[in-house]
């Protein structure tokens, strides 16, 4: 299985990413923000967390511009996989192949710490690992990390099983507690916690370690 991590100016997570990647057996390659075109043969495109062009303008906003994300929409469009991580949902929510957006935190401040995740359906590659309404602690790292969406969007992602994981204590305001959603044919992810922090016992816990495992397991079984 092959992956490429995107690496743009002010990515701090790209190797984190990576690493959780070839963890679980995956050739991962990274890819620099500037390439128009993604490695042949790829299966799944990593988004990472971190600060894209210095969240200037809006988090995400210019990264969503770069050369490689118009690779990165054809290779959504045609039915490949995608997981965006922190400023990784923010560059999906920007280029629009994820819906809502994400603002600056309710209480006006950066937050850094574990929280709890509930996982709110285990109906895609990324979630198949836990089980539904499974509790698990994964680290969050983030100043613009309240999702919102509107009544009709949100009925419409809870109406559609697209609510991956929810906040069992909501940190920063946003809407119905959402922490990560689904694309409509349920093979791009974008959640703010980091998963790929939490895959290593030695890093304070592994409850991120099934999601990365789970993509495999999928995708193999296939």
Known sequence: MKAAVLV???SNCDRDLKVAFEAVGVDVT???HKESDLPEGIDI???PGGFSYGDYLRCGAIAANSPICS???RHVDRGGYALGVCNGFQILTETRILPGALLRNAGLKYICRHVPLTVATTDSVFTRGYEAGATISVPIAHHDGNYQADAELQALLAGED???FTYGDNPNGSAADIAGVLSENR????MMPHPERAADEAHGGADGAALFSG???AMVAA
């Open 8 to 10: 743009f100016p002010g």
């Open 187 to 190: 093979r791009v992810l974008g």
């Open 71 to 73: 690779s990165l929409k």
């Open 45 to 47: 495109v990593g988004i």
């Open 162 to 164: 697209r609510i991956a």
């Open 215 to 217: 993509i495999v397991e």
């Open 30 to 32: 990274m890819v620099w």
